[in-house]
């Protein structure tokens, strides 16, 4: 079996140390390296855990990716930025799970995959890829006389809105029925706002105490609806998909690849 050597970025954050134990505790990777925001240096990335890791906290890139094939980052975009450009001249494969990107964002991601390779999704959890499937089909059986709605619900500590997986339902929802969501999107609503434009698609956003990651879509008609919902009860799962993406680029030099990519659902 050969070892996976991989960084953590955000090595302090909620998903930063989940994945650091979670890769401490796979049998073919080994962390690396680990990053994480000048002043938040730390001498052992896995302290937390009462196992030290041999592997320090660095905020200078040379240093704390010295040794990586593969960086997981889930951060903030402004520094997802800063490593895609770092990884892409250094040829170490990326997995990104921040969220939040603009369209400037998504497209230096789209570049740096000329270079390396790299998995972007919102949610690495194989429940919500497969509820995306979902989505597709009951939005192209539900194309007319059901109102969508997508619902998510998140911890306090969440600073994007809507969160990243909710867009990507929007998207797959408005593709599969061929409408763009940047013009069906509906993302608030308040005074007198009038009827509901049956085409489009509403977005509602709930943010409270420690609610790991909820998405409910509503197909409404006249006399029933239909919920196809999602809950995440541990940010174990999201960590197990990012390491199974770095599984799956272990063969790939370059190309921009999703989850659909990593699950083989993509032709499903
Ligand atoms: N794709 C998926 O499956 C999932 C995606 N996410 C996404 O992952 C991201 C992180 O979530 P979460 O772990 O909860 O967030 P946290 O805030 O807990 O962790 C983010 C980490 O990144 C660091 N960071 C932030 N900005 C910078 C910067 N400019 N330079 C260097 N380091 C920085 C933070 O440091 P500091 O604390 O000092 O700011 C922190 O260590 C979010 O975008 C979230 O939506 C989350 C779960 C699943
Ligand atoms: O910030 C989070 O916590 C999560 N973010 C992701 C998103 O924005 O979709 C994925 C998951 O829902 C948890």
Redesign the pocket.
Known sequence: MTEMNIAIAGAGG?MGRILIEAVQNADDARLAGALDRAGSEQADAAAFLGKPAGVAVESDFGKGLADAQYLIDFTRPEATIEHLKYCAEHGIKLVIGT?GFDDAGKAAIAEAAKKTAIVFS??FSVGVNVTMKLLEQAAKALSTGYDIEII?A??RF?V?AP????LKMGEVIADALGRDLKEHGVFAREGVTGERDPSSIGFATIRGGDI??D?TVLFAGIGERIEISHK?SSRVT?AHGAIRACRFLADKPTGLFDMYDVLGLKDQ
């Open positions: 909620r969220t919102p949610n998510e998140h911890h969440k994007d969160s990243g997986t909710a790991v990651g998405h995440s999201y």
